[in-house]
Structures are given as structure tokens and as C-alpha cells.
């Protein structure tokens, strides 16, 4: 978008979800128009599960730059697109907590219609899904303009997980009592379609055809040491990928809680899928499409989620047993920053966050 690539004149776009083209989208349409930071930084936040607060980092100096405050036992974290503030899930107060980015305060909490979970938010920043941790299922559905929480939409199954698709096409929601993946259609907030695995859905991620939309669904499962692979389009799994053991590591298998790999991700260039395992302290890596090992990288005791820097350059991933967020250069495979943050650190995401 924004013209031909070669000519020198105008604002070029990756995407229609680029914040910057979503605000003169609004315009064109005559929508209400949020102010935009003019100055914005890319900032990695490492909920601390046993804590009351979440750890921010700048990757640029792998240096603690803030900390978010007053939202005890945090457990999902996401951005808004436009970098003016961050959503958390609060499992002790049953809220969606509104943090200003630039002065990581809580402005606001959204009540819930139960404990949460995992958080996401769409390409366009308009709705955030919020995983609810209670039977029979939900996910809760906040309108960000209104700020409020404007559908609790039945699912199959109390939710651990919930995902945004890379198209913003659909949320897709995991459930670890019923071994369920719902997928909600994001246009109507209806659900489109689930599949039952074989033990119940912990962390997912994806790949995306030339077009943008979703390929596959990458999921770990409980009591599984690896992860799943689910063609998209089929609505079936298609391969399974376990990860051996890593010659001379001591197999850890205390404190799983039913998760031996804890942490997925596909790398923003779409060529490496990352997995966590918290029997050998280790990070698979894989390349895609074709899956084949290309790696391992020690990350410490109990590694959790991982995200990356939007250049794809480093990884970070949080060591719950060490209370350590593991910074990985993700070209050479090696660890280059070892980052004390808060206790039991979990879930992590990068974010976009206002300066001024």
C-alpha cells in the first residue's frame, strides 16, 4: 500500500493495519479520530505471575526501564497498535486493566464476566478478547472506543488462550478442560468452528499463506513435548513435532503443571517457529514452512512465552524458575542479556509504546 515502491514521494505501508494508515482510514470515513503519539518506541513487558506488577524492558540497552504497577497477579499482556496504551488481565480483581503508556498507570479497569486469562487485540486496535478461565466457556469482547465490555460470547470450554489471527480475521481461543480450539469469526464475534484435540490447548501461534491469511495453527498440549501442527483451511491436524532430549541437560519434569512446553511463537519474517521447553531449559527452533530443527538455545529454568523485536532480530523469553527475562539474538542462536525481573516471570509481549 502507498503507492509504487520505487517512487520517492508519499507514506509507504506494510499493511492496512499499520496504526498510522487505520487513523486516516477513520478519517476518510468521517470516524472519531484518537490523537496518535508522534514518538514511539518498541518496549518488551514480562508479566510477573507470582507478583503484583509487570517488568518493562527496552530492547535497544536490555535495560529495565519502568515497571506497571497495582495489577496484581497479571497474566495476559497486549498493545494497543497506536502505542497509547496497554491492556492486562487482572485474575485477582476479574478486570481488563487499561494501562496509560506513558505514564504506566492503570486508568481504567473493565469488569469481567470472570477470572482471565490470556489477552489479545485486533490489527486495527478497535477490539481486544479476553480469555475467561471459567465453565462452561467464554471470551469477553471489549469495544476499545467505548471501552467496555460489550459481549460475553459462549465457547467450548473454561479458556487459557486467546489469539488474534495475523489478518485479524479471527480470535482463536484454547481450552484445557476440554481439549478444545474455538475459532470466532472477528466480523460477526460468532463462532465459526472448533476442534478437539487430544489433551487439552496450551500456547498457539501462526503462519500465513503469500495472501496474508492463516495457514496453520501451531498449539502445544498438555502432556506433550512439542507441539501440534492444524491446517487452517482443513480444520485438521496434520503433523505432530516432539522434542528430544538435549544430550548432557537433566531432564527436568518437577513443577510442569501439565505443561512440559510453555512458550510458541513464529519469528516476524515467518521463516523460524520458536518452542519452549521446560523439561530441558532449552528453545527449539524450527524452520518453515518445512519444520526441520535448525536449533536450540539454553533459556533457562522453566522457560515460559517468548516474543520478538518487530525486526525479528532478538527473542525474549521469560525463565519462570530463575525470575529472569532471556534475551536471544535470533540470527546467531545465542543468548546475549540476562534481565532480572519480577517473581514467576510468564507471559511477555512486545509493544508499542507513546513517549510524549
Known sequence: MGGDPFHGGGKHFHSQFDPEWRIMADWVAGAKVRRTPSSV???????????????????????????????AIPHGVVGAPDGSQIYITNESMHSLDIVDARTLRVK??????????????????????????????????????????????????AIHNVYVTPDSRYAVAGSIQT????????????????????????????????????????VQLSGFHGFAVVDFDKREEVARIEHPAVP?????????????????????DGKMLWSTSKVYSHVY???????????RVFVGQHPEWITFTPDG????????????????????????????????????????????
Open 313 to 356: 532480530k532478538r527473542a525474549y523469553i521469560g525463565a519462570a524458575g530463575d525470575n529472569v527475562t532471556y534475551a536471544v539474538d535470533a540470527i546467531k542462536m545465542e543468548t546475549i542479556a540476562k534481565i532480572p525481573v519480577g517473581q514467576v516471570p510468564k507471559r511477555i509481549a512486545m509493544v508499542r509504546m507513546a513517549l510524549d
Open 41 to 71: 518506541a518498541v518496549r518488551i513487558i514480562q508479566t510477573n505471575a507470582a507478583g503484583d506488577d509487570s517488568t518493562v524492558i527496552d530492547p535497544e540497552s536490555n535495560k529495565v526501564v519502568g515497571t506497571i504497577s497495582d495489577i
Open 179 to 218: 481439549r478444545t480450539i474455538n475459532v470466532i469469526d472477528t466480523r460477526t464475534d460468532e463462532l465459526a468452528w472448533e476442534l478437539e484435540m487430544s489433551s487439552g490447548i496450551r500456547p498457539m501461534t501462526f503462519d500465513t499463506k503469500a495472501d496474508g491469511s492463516t495457514r496453520s495453527i501451531f
Open 285 to 295: 527452533i524450527h524452520s518453515l514452512p518445512d519444520l526441520q530443527e535448525i536449533g
Open 248 to 268: 548432557g541437560e537433566e531432564a527436568h519434569l518437577d513443577g510442569l503443571q501439565g505443561a512440559p512446553a510453555h512458550g510458541l511463537a513464529v519469528s516476524p
Open 108 to 157: 481504567r479497569r473493565i469488569p469481567l464476566s470472570g477470572r482471565p486469562n490470556n489477552v489479545a487485540v485486533t490489527g486495527d486496535g478497535s477490539k481486544v478478547y479476553v480469555a475467561i478461565m471459567e465453565m462452561p466457556g467464554s471470551v469477553d469482547i471489549i469495544d476499545v472506543a467505548s471501552m467496555t465490555n460489550v459481549k460475553t460470547l459462549p465457547v467450548n470450554g
